[in-house]
């Protein structure tokens, strides 16, 4: 199978890039092929401006979807974009290996979704509308699997943790960013208090790590509802029928 890393951390000794290298040893060794993009070496541009269309009547006013659909359709975009559009349509399976910081993504992988994630690619895919979204679109029958380190503990990260639940916090990148365009998002693997794990449990996370990687193409992913599997009649809001009594990020989860 096909796997893409995408990496976004800026120190290349650090436990991410310790988990990343071993995501790749792992991977290799079982067969498949990998690729990564390596968001800090490749000095990926994590603003979406009007320097990311060329192309564009630059007397008009920046319209980022219009211009990202049409940038895209015209196969005008820019040289990087492209490529890491060509690695999503490649890839089997997509592992994000990134810290958890300000309780989310560092912003160079916030910048990633932005640019990459051209109207009429991942969303307004096929017909221009909302037709093929949550569970549907351009990167269907695909796996995602998100791979973080926070420093806190993870009983900051519980239930009733001082942080909040981390599958709440990164419910926007998992529902919102990956579950969007069709993939099918993987329990979160989280390494709690990375500032202060000694040599051991440096091995212990590379260990766990490899067990999740073991199941990347067999394991259950996250229950998000579907869009169009009839729990969203207007595809907007749950019926009435659906989870009653529950609201929030939980309603959605089946």
Same mark, same amino acid.
């Given at each position: 199978?096909?796997?893409?890393?995408?990496?976004?951390?800026?120190?290349? =000794?650090?436990?991410?890039?310790?988990?990343?290298?071993?995501?790749?040893?792992?991977?290799?060794?079982?067969?498949?092929?990998?690729?990564?993009?390596?968001?800090?070496?490749?000095?990926?541009?994590?603003?979406?401006?009007?320097?990311?269309?060329?192309? =564009?009547?630059?007397?008009?006013?920046?319209?980022? /979807?219009?211009?990202?659909?049409?940038?895209?359709?015209?196969?005008?975009?820019?040289?990087?974009?492209?490529?890491?559009?060509?690695?999503?349509?490649?890839?089997?399976?997509?592992?994000?290996?990134?810290?958890?910081?300000?309780?989310?993504?560092?912003?160079?992988?916030?910048?990633?979704?932005? =640019? /990459?994630?051209?109207?009429?690619?991942?969303?307004?895919?096929?017909?221009?509308?909302?037709?093929?979204?949550?569970?549907?679109?351009?990167?269907?029958?695909?796996?995602?699997?998100?791979?973080?380190?926070?420093?806190?503990?993870?009983?900051?990260?519980?239930?009733?943790?001082?942080?909040?639940?981390?599958?709440?916090?990164?419910?926007?990148?998992?529902?919102?960013?990956?579950?969007?365009?069709?993939?099918?998002?993987?329990?979160?693997?989280?390494?709690?208090?990375?500032?202060?794990?000694?040599?051991?449990? /440096?091995?212990?996370?590379?260990?766990?790590?490899?067990?999740?990687?073991?199941?990347?193409?067999?394991?259950?992913?996250?229950?998000?509802? =579907?869009?169009?599997?009839?729990?969203?009649?207007?595809?907007?809001?749950?019926?009435?029928?659906?989870?009653?009594?529950?609201?929030?990020?939980?309603?959605?989860?089946?």
């Amino acid at each position: 199978m096909r796997v893409l890393i995408v990496y976004a951390h800026p120190n290349p =000794r650090s436990l991410n890039a310790t988990l990343r290298d071993h995501a790749v040893s792992v991977l290799q060794r079982g067969g498949h092929d990998v690729q990564v993009s390596d968001l800090y070496a490749m000095k990926w541009k994590a603003v979406a401006d009007a320097d990311d269309f060329p192309s =564009r009547d630059s007397s008009a006013p920046l319209d980022l /979807v219009s211009a990202s659909g049409e940038a895209y359709l015209a196969g005008s975009q820019m040289r990087e974009i492209a490529a890491e559009q060509d690695k999503l349509l490649w890839a089997d399976a997509i592992i994000f290996q990134f810290p958890i910081w300000w309780y989310g993504l560092p912003a160079i992988l916030k910048g990633w979704v932005d =640019r /990459v994630y051209a109207y009429r690619f991942a969303y307004g895919y096929k017909d221009g509308t909302n037709a093929y979204r949550f569970g549907e679109g351009i990167l269907a029958g695909k796996r995602a699997l998100v791979s973080v380190t926070a420093g806190g503990p993870a009983a900051d990260y519980g239930p009733r943790g001082i942080n909040g639940p981390l599958e709440q916090l990164l419910f926007p990148f998992t529902r919102g960013a990956l579950f969007y365009p069709g993939m099918e998002v993987l329990p979160i693997f989280a390494v709690y208090g990375a500032m202060f794990l000694d040599g051991d449990g /440096v091995q212990c996370a590379r260990e766990a790590l490899e067990q999740r990687l073991m199941g990347l193409f067999t394991d259950t992913p996250i229950p998000f509802r =579907r869009q169009n599997g009839g729990d969203y009649p207007d595809r907007h809001t749950l019926a009435e029928d659906v989870a009653p009594g529950v609201s929030g990020l939980a309603a959605h989860l089946a």
